[in-house]
């Protein structure tokens, strides 16, 4: 009975997911503006599919492996959806190819340059925010360069460099599982990175880079665990070099190593930062400020202060409130209290909790600590967080403020996360009583 059961739900893990993949790649072709209620049912069948995969704790590596890269596959041609991030990367690569800086300028400045090929005008039309400067940092700066080497203005490209960095990690997991046992538990990593459906959803289908930050961590964290710690500072300075955010990670690994440590990972810093920094650049700093200034969206702590503060006040407040947040889980961390995985999960969500912007595809910085440490918290705001593209533009509205929820969207995602917090602490009191 048992085996029928684990079956059963071996069949279904595989139906949903493939069912949701195909729907997404085939409509992704088909409709200019993609339904969202056909959004709805492709993701709910992969969440089903993913789910499926948990409750059936006998699957081999080989089976899991196999069908992650299928996964990747469909997604890699699916074209991306209610996202054109893409086109700044795309862009940002030329620019740094060309003119070595793609700190300098704005998208809005080659408007009307004839001498820009037709594809790359294109790609410059439909460019968010062109009157902004990137705010992509130097790492991901250097990989945008390379995938317009390779083929410029490819997607697809851009895609399969990706894809690379991604099949690193999976191919790790994969040969690690394998070295431990032939069937591997539902919570195992290699099933909760490989068929991650957000991950897969917002790195091979909607292109965006932050897995190369992600890569990263990853890498540091390995080269942690295994005491590499020279390969583990240059890692972390890479990670760094994608996103600012990642300096939350530097304490849970530089706290306590020797000087050659913090020597390497200042040293990574300033190789990635000072080619730019000489030219009067700062990483993506300046675009990141100046975003910073006018950009709100799906927000949560930062959007309940707005209800006491504005402005410059309302962003003070996230900041401090941060950092003060920050500094308590590093010193409970620190005291031995805390495991560092949890940790570090603690800390970014913390982060996040307070950031005037909260992307889905944020929440993949969690990822890498999620699949060692299994929090339901953290894996249903996976989900959740997907509510988020539920915006006055993709359910088919016409007039201003196309980019805002309406007003069921941020109670109900939020309410979800709540909940599985909620049970997920009143869980950990009764184990600590038992």
């Given at each position: ?217 990853f890498i540091a964290w390995i080269c942690f665990q295994t005491r590499f710690f020279a390969a583990m500072a240059v890692a972390l300075a890479f990670a760094v ?194």
């Amino acid at each position: 009975m048992q085996f029928r059961s684990l079956a059963l739900f071996r069949s279904l893990s595989v139906f949903f997911s493939v069912l949701g993949y195909a729907l997404l790649a085939i409509a992704s072709h088909v409709y200019l503006a993609f339904p969202i209620g056909l959004f709805a049912t492709g993701l709910v069948s992969i969440i089903l599919g993913f789910i499926c995969a948990l409750l059936d704790n006998k699957a081999s590596s080989q089976f899991i492996f196999g069908f992650a890269l299928l996964f990747r596959i469909l997604a890699i041609v699916t074209l991306p959806i209610y996202e054109d991030d893409f086109q700044r990367y795309l862009w940002d690569g030329r620019q740094l190819v060309t003119t070595g800086n793609p700190y300098d300028s704005t998208p809005s400045d080659a408007f009307g340059n004839a001498s820009i090929p037709e594809n790359f005008q294109r790609i410059l039309d439909n460019i968010n925010y062109p009157d902004f400067p990137t705010v992509y940092g130097p790492t991901f700066q250097l990989f945008f360069a390379f995938s317009y080497l390779l083929a410029p203005g490819s997607l697809i490209v851009w895609k399969l460099v990706l894809l690379c960095l991604d099949l690193s990690i999976l191919i790790w997991l994969y040969r690690d599982s394998s070295s431990k046992s032939v069937s591997i538990s539902k919570y195992s990593p290699l099933l909760l990175y490989g068929w991650c459906p957000l991950l897969i959803f917002e790195t091979h289908i909607n292109a965006h880079a932050d897995l190369i930050g992600i890569s990263f961590a990853f890498i540091a964290w390995i080269c942690f665990q295994t005491r590499f710690f020279a390969a583990m500072a240059v890692a972390l300075a890479f990670a760094v070099g994608c996103k600012l955010f990642a300096c939350v990670l530097i304490p849970f690994f530089l706290w306590g190593k020797n000087f050659r440590t913090w020597g390497i990972f200042l040293l990574g810093i300033a190789l990635i930062y000072l080619p730019f920094a000489l030219q009067g650049s700062w990483g993506g700093f300046e675009g990141q400020l100046a975003m910073g200034q006018v950009w709100e969206f799906n927000s949560l702590g930062f959007a309940a202060l707005g209800y006491f503060f504005d402005g410059a006040i309302q962003r003070r407040f996230a900041l401090g409130l941060t950092g003060i947040g920050m500094i308590f889980i590093w010193s409970y961390w620190k005291r031995n209290d805390i495991e560092t995985l949890s940790a570090i999960q603690f800390c970014l969500g913390w982060g996040l909790l307070f950031s005037p912007v909260i992307n889905p595809w944020y929440l993949l910085w969690l990822l890498p600590w999620a699949i060692w440490s299994y929090s339901i918290t953290v894996w249903i705001s996976f989900f959740a967080v997907l509510l988020s593209y539920c915006t006055f533009q993709n359910l088919g509205h016409t007039g201003p403020g196309l980019f805002e929820h309406p007003i069921w969207v941020r109670p109900l995602e939020f309410s979800i996360i709540a909940v599985a917090a909620t049970y997920e602490f009143r869980q950990t009191v009764v184990l600590k009583r038992k």
